[in-house]
């Protein structure tokens, strides 16, 4: 799991932080709405293995007899604590709460781990599949039959969807988009339902299926999801900005595969060197999550005089020790991987002496 969450964190820095937004891959670009591509696996990734570290840790605690009353202060504590951090992110550098953008990655973790977890407590395998077959059936239902004044129903273009309708009311000036947030509210419930899936499949991991049971029930699931997801795509196209449920199954379902890789390599083979780099990331995910936005966002404030004109420190090492040698393209994409080097240099002595930094 360390190994999966890791990769995950590489590849949000990797989609995050091109070195010329002009200059991008398209596999390293979203869809611009309906369809996917590899950088719209990212996110729904980290938020199902949110759910599988909720069950995996949980039910440890719950074993070792946590009163619940502690299990549901941590609960609380850690969603405020990660809707905190995702709101302070946006409010660097100009701090203005006028335009403060109230929803975002972290926020959205925040609420996804709140539920999960709450169901999780409260709820058996059995009905958190319920919960899940609900949240994706009813989103349907809502999206296809509730009309949005102006447009009417079934809408699912950028405009006149009602995610984006309820969003523009609710949470006007105060989205990612003039209307439209990807993280809206309406779109939330079946992100939660991203996070029960994974939940389920810590479930299923901590069974006492043998180690090939195991292995082969992620690689059945991941198949029958991603296919699921896919066969429904011309009923409910698969769009990470609405969060379809159609993009819940196909995403989880690739997870589930992914998952079931690592797992096949490292539990089934024993290959684990590999992995390394990873785990270094993976133990202490959130910190290089935040530390990374961070820098980014520190580099790019810092300015550097260059040739006569001023640049940010981003663009100046973009432009200057990047693009010369490998080009437009190869150089922005270098950007990131400097960045991923950087911060597992940064956490490499962390995970030598074993400091994880919980939240």
């Not at 999966?4 to 964190?9: P, Q």
Request: glycine share 10%; proline share 5%.
């Amino acid at each position: 799991m360390d190994a999966f969450r890791g990769l995950t964190i590489a590849g949000m820095i990797l989609v995050n932080n091109p070195g010329s937004w002009k200059y991008v891959y398209a596999p390293l670009r979203h869809a611009e709405w309906h369809g996917w591509t590899p950088t719209d696996l990212v996110f729904p990734f980290f938020l199902f293995i949110v759910g599988v570290s909720v069950s995996l840790s949980f039910s440890r605690r719950l074993e070792q007899n946590f009163a619940r009353r502690d299990l549901y202060l941590k609960i609380v504590w850690r969603t405020s604590i990660l809707f905190a951090l995702g709101l302070l992110l946006a409010l660097i550098p100009r701090f203005n709460l006028s335009t403060l953008r109230i929803p975002g990655v972290l926020q959205r973790i925040a609420i996804c781990y709140l539920f999960s977890s709450l169901l999780f407590l409260k709820l058996k395998s059995r009905g958190r599949m319920i919960v899940v077959f609900s949240l994706l059936a009813l989103y349907w239902i809502v999206m296809k039959l509730v009309p949005v004044p102006g447009y009417g129903a079934g809408v699912l273009e950028y405009e006149g969807n009602l995610c984006a309708y309820i969003d523009s009311k609710i949470l006007a000036g105060h989205l990612y988009k003039p209307g439209f947030d990807p993280e809206g509210i309406l779109s939330t419930f079946p992100a939660i339902a991203t996070t029960l899936l994974g939940t389920l499949t810590g479930d299923w991991l901590r069974s006492s299926r043998t180690v090939l049971g195991k292995m082969v029930g992620l690689f059945i699931g991941g198949f029958g999801l991603t296919l699921s997801g896919f066969l429904l795509h011309p009923l409910f196209p698969i769009n990470k900005q609405l969060w379809t449920s159609t993009y819940v199954l196909f995403t989880a379902g690739a997870a589930l595969l992914l998952l079931g890789i690592c797992f096949w390599l490292i539990e089934g083979l024993g290959f684990k060197k590999w992995a390394v780099p990873f785990l270094v990331f993976g133990t202490n995910a959130i910190t290089v999550y935040v530390g990374s936005s961070l820098m980014a966002k520190l580099m790019g404030l810092i300015r550097v005089s260059s040739g006569g004109e001023v640049l940010s420190f981003k663009a100046f090492v973009y432009n200057h020790l990047l693009a010369p040698w490998a080009g437009y393209l190869n150089g922005s994409l270098a950007f990131p991987f400097l960045l991923i080097l950087i911060w597992i240099g940064i956490m490499v002595p962390l995970y030598r002496n074993k400091i994880f930094i919980r939240i």
